[in-house]
Each structure stands twice: as structure tokens, then as C-alpha cells.
């Protein structure tokens, strides 16, 4: 089953001491696998628009949040945009009844993060740690733990053939979930 919410993505500027945030971009759903994998994004309009119209749209949100799967939809269908590899067609038209499963997208999204072995799919599946206040990491330090956790992965099973990786971390960035989650979930594996 999907867990679906909506999502609200921001740009910060900064000029000399000032700072000004952009216009806010809402993606109109976003599909979890688990509580801490995002593998696909929902683009809807009306259904007076083609069922494509909002693809560049989804896009563009699906490359912010380092998604293989974005899909436009107009209530009457679906328009997917794959960039996994894993399918043959890059894009499809589907009808409603089409969509693809959860179990089907989490194919894509290892095939696309190049999660091979299960070992892998292990490591990368498992649920982060939250504090007990129950926060949650914002969406872009959510991707910076799955990318340690895909390096990790890979540096583990050897996949991708690296004898030693350095994980870069933005100290300015709110790091202390980050670094928590990210070791945590790998030290809850007894790796």
C-alpha cells in the first residue's frame, strides 16, 4: 500500500547576511514505499487538460527529490515518465486501472539506485530510527541519508567496485538527524 502526502519544496536565497525564500513549488502527491523511501511522484490537473499536461511538472520535482518515477494525471488516466532502465518505454500512457503497484515502483527505484543484491535491498529498505519528539527529516535530508545509506550499501557488497567513498555532509544543513538516522540505520544491521 501507498502512503501519499503532499510536498512543498522551496528555494532559500542568500545575499551578503539576508536571506529570502523563493516562491514555493507543491507537488501534488508524493508515493512512499516505507516511511523513510520515496519512489514516485503524482502530477494531477483537471481533466479538461491532456492526461500529460502536468509531466514537465512532475519533472521537475521528481529530479528535485532524486525520484525515478513521475506520472501526470487528468482524473482519466495516467502518463508515466520512467527513467529506471527498467521498463522498456521511457514513456506510457496508462489507464487508471494500469498503475503500477508499490511493489512494482520499488523494482524501478533499485534498478535505478542500482540496489542489486539482497543484501542491498536490505540495507536500503530498512526504517530509520525517528526521535522521540517525533520529527521527521525534511525531505532533503531524507535523500541525504538514503544516498549515504545507497553508498554504504554499494561500498558493502562491493557492486560498484569502490575500495574507499567519502559521504560529503553540509554542516549548515541541519546534519544532526541526518548524521543520527543515517548511522543509526546502518548500526541497527550490524554491519
Not at 491532456?50 to 520535482?61: F, H, I, K, P, T
Not at 528535485?64 to 501526470?72: G, K, T
Not at 514513456?91 to 523494482?107: I, T, V, Y
Not at 555532509?169 to 541541519?174: E, G, S
Request: net charge neutral; hydrophobic share 35%; glycine share 6%.
Amino acid at each position: 500500500m501507498y502512503t501519499v502526502y503532499s510536498a512543498c519544496f522551496d528555494q532559500i536565497y542568500v545575499k551578503g547576511e539576508q536571506t529570502q525564500r523563493g516562491k514555493a513549488k507543491k507537488a501534488d502527491y508524493v508515493l512512499y514505499y516505507k516511511s523513510n523511501i520515496l519512489i514516485a511522484i503524482i502530477e494531477t490537473k483537471k481533466n479538461t487538460f491532456a492526461v500529460g499536461s502536468g509531466m514537465q511538472q512532475a519533472l521537475d520535482y521528481a529530479d528535485i527529490l532524486d525520484l525515478p518515477v513521475a506520472f501526470s494525471s487528468n482524473g482519466d488516466g495516467f502518463w508515466e515518465h520512467d527513467q529506471s532502465g527498467y521498463s522498456e518505454a521511457i514513456e506510457r500512457e496508462l489507464s487508471l486501472d494500469d498503475f503500477p503497484s508499490p511493489d512494482q515502483l520499488w523494482q524501478k527505484y533499485k534498478k535505478f539506485k542500482g540496489i542489486e543484491t539482497p543484501e542491498a535491498d536490505q540495507i536500503a529498505s530498512f526504517d530509520y530510527f525517528f526521535d522521540s519528539k517525533g520529527r521527521q527529516p525534511r525531505y532533503y535530508q531524507q535523500i541525504a541519508i538514503n544516498r549515504i545509506v545507497g553508498n554504504v550499501s554499494h561500498l558493502l557488497e562491493g557492486s560498484m567496485g569502490y575500495k574507499r567513498k567519502l559521504i560529503p555532509v553540509d554542516k549548515q544543513a541541519d546534519d544532526n538527524i541526518m548524521h543520527h538516522n543515517g548511522l543509526r540505520k546502518v548500526n541497527r544491521l550490524s554491519l
